[in-house]
Nanobody, 124 residues
């Protein structure tokens, strides 16, 4: 079992930055592949970024070059640095974990554990 708690969301103007964090507890964090997803009102949950247990990374095309995912295994923390934010980035952001051994996972159904989410609102 893995418990995940996100923090760092808030209200920011377009062009601004936010840094999301996800604190993990329970099983050995370093063994898990981690991901960030987001869900806007009336839309399905969508992939944002992922980092594998061997630190491979992947990004959605919509955030590539603006967002950076990272992990600190010593602190059991997953981070998402978000720069050049746009109004279309507004959503609830979730971190997720999976114990699978494949490199990167892209769909919500492939993840076993989820945080409660943190709201990110980007004003124009």
């Amino acid at each position: 079992q893995v418990q995940l708690v996100e923090s760092g969301g808030g209200l920011v103007q377009a062009g601004g930055s936010l840094r999301l964090s996800c604190a993990a507890s329970g099983r050995t964090f370093s063994n898990y592949n981690m991901g960030w997803f987001r869900q806007a009102p009336g839309k399905e949950r969508e992939f944002v970024a992922a980092i594998s247990w061997i630190r491979s990374t992947a990004y959605a095309d919509s955030v590539k070059g603006r967002f950076t995912i990272s992990r600190d295994n010593a602190k059991n923390t997953l981070n998402l640095q978000m720069n050049s934010l746009k109004p279309e980035d507004t959503a609830v952001y979730y971190c997720a974990a999976t114990g699978g051994r494949r490199d990167i996972y892209y769909t919500p159904r492939q993840y076993d554990y989820w945080g409660q989410g943190t709201q990110v609102t980007v004003s124009s």
